[in-house]
């Protein structure tokens, strides 16, 4: 099992920067890809960037330039830096981990809201 506690979140104004960190715990590893998610309001949940097990990174159009997706030494831990956001950035923010078998675990979400 794995768990994963998310922190950051809160509100933002158009233009301006954010975090959010991830810290996996439990048999973390197992744990071969992670990342961020993103479901805004009214639709389905995508994917923000990713990073594999050999430091393969995965972003999405939207935020590319804007985001940078990074980890700390024990790869237990992954770090978004938003920058430049956008009020179509406002979301609930869900952190990721795929175990074996691809298992997927996910995080309680945060919400990040890019407004005056």
């Known amino acids: 099992q794995v768990q994963l506690v998310e922190s950051g979140g809160g509100l933002v104004q158009p233009g301006g920067s954010f975090g959010l960190s991830c810290t996996a715990s439990?048999?973390?590893?197992?744990?071969?890809?992670m990342g961020w998610y993103r479901q805004a309001p009214g639709k389905e949940r995508d994917g923000v960037a990713t990073?594999?097990?050999?430091?393969?990174?995965v972003e999405d159009d939207s935020v590319k330039g804007r985001f940078t997706l990074s980890r700390d030494n024990t790869r237990r831990t992954v770090f978004l830096q938003m920058h430049n956001l956008k009020p179509e950035d406002t979301a609930v923010y869900f952190c990721?981990?795929?175990?074996?078998?691809?298992?997927?675990?996910w995080g309680q979400g945060t919400a990040v809201t890019v407004s005056h």
């Open positions: 990721y981990a795929l175990g074996p078998y691809d298992r997927q675990y």
């Open positions: 439990g048999d973390t590893f197992t744990i071969y890809n």
């Open positions: 990073i594999d097990i050999s430091g393969n990174l």
